[in-house]
């Protein structure tokens, strides 16, 4: 079988050797109508050895499926059968036939199924008119329950095969959302600490420098400092939870309250205009981003944060620090920094760049979409 998950092995070849007893039946009959003691003497036996190729021929040949690792057993089972005709006359020619067309569809390749199905119906009706002389209408009921037989078993096989597959595509579809979620935490809790935890850094330090100079300012900041530790913890828990949503908003005035209290002037040009919540969030980021960067890349005294809406929607952060690298986060991997927003914008469609042009260094997010 292809393609994904399968009836476990194990439970196959258990319902194969099961199967072996089935042929006590057609044994039964015959030796019900009181054969001679050689006849059901060789009866018996030659039951018994198609029985054991069958089992065989299902138990290596179902391992990888489909191999003609049974084929072997499939050719004695077939030499077998065909000389117990003459022994057990046309009942048993029918069964003999169910249990190779079985064999045949179970351990074949698909591409033998038809000329080995094929070759079958003919064998058995050249059998069981010359060999066992029976009524060729008989003959032909016989081969027709065989065809119907075949039918019936490859659309079992069907079944149980889409059904595998189905499995296989759940699975596959549950693990690829766990992925998702996985990079979704990690890249959401990389944009709330990596704000949060530059904003606790620059606090702290600043405490620590007014504390002899200005106690009364040093602890306003280590008020604020706690209030900061606090929202980030509650982002935190929000985040993982998927409670949370951010806002341009939101966005524009953290960056305001935080450029402020590290002496970093902050000029924004962002227009009064109503965003749809998926490119609200997907702008909040790259403000985000392009803040975070500027607080801890560059030593800039001048920010400036511009929106401009038209066919798409194009955030930019810009500010004068002195010349660093373009993507410092991307060495982090995906899920983090600017590899991270850059994942938000390609899932969207859109284009993120960030570098130098001219004297100052411009993060600029392009988000398909207009506002609402």
């Not at 033998?112 to 066992?132: E, K, Q, S, Y």
């Amino acid at each position: 079988m292809t393609g994904g998950a399968r009836v476990p092995v194990k439970h196959i070849r258990l319902a194969a050797v099961s199967a072996v007893a089935f042929l006590g039946f057609p044994l039964a009959g015959f030796l019900a109508e009181g054969p001679g003691g050689v006849r059901a003497a060789v009866a018996t036996a030659g039951t018994a050895v198609f029985g054991a190729l069958f089992a065989r021929a299902v138990w290596v040949g179902i391992r990888p499926a489909h191999s003609g690792r049974g084929t072997l057993p499939l050719v004695g089972m077939a030499v077998v059968g065909a000389a117990m005709l003459t022994v057990m006359g046309m009942g048993w020619l029918l069964t003999a036939s169910y249990y190779l067309a079985a064999t045949l569809l179970l351990d074949q390749p698909r591409r033998r199924w038809l000329p080995g199905l094929a070759t079958l119906i003919i064998a058995d009706v050249a059998l069981g008119v010359w060999v066992v002389e029976a009524d060729p209408g008989r003959v032909l009921w016989t081969v027709l329950q065989i065809g119907l037989f075949g039918l019936l078993t490859l659309g079992a096989y069907r079944i149980g095969d889409l059904s595998g597959q189905l499995r296989a595509a759940q699975a596959e579809a549950e693990g690829a959302a766990v992925a998702r979620e996985r990079l979704r935490i990690a890249r959401d809790l990389h944009d709330i600490l990596g704000q949060r935890l530059t904003e606790v850094i620059l606090k702290t330090e600043l405490a620590a420098r007014l504390i002899k100079r200005d106690p009364d300012r040093a602890v306003s900041e280590l008020t604020e400092l706690s209030k900061v530790a606090r929202g980030a913890l509650e982002d935190v828990r929000a985040t993982v939870s998927d409670y949370r949503r951010i806002s341009l908003a939101g966005e524009l005035a953290a960056a305001r309250t935080l450029m402020r209290s590290v002496g970093v002037t902050l000029v924004t040009r962002v227009p009064e205009v109503s965003l749809p919540t998926p490119l609200d969030e997907i702008a909040a980021c790259a403000v985000r981003e392009g803040v975070t960067n500027v607080l801890r890349h560059s030593g800039a005294l001048r920010c400036e944060i511009s929106v401009e809406s038209g066919e798409a929607l194009v955030v930019a952060v810009s500010d004068d620090g002195p010349v660093r690298q373009a993507a410092p986060e991307r060495a982090a991997g995906p899920g983090t920094g600017l590899a991270g927003l850059a994942e938000r914008l390609d899932a969207v469609g859109g284009r993120l760049s960030a570098g130098r042009v001219g004297d100052r260094f411009v993060l600029r997010a392009e988000i398909p979409g207009e506002p609402g």
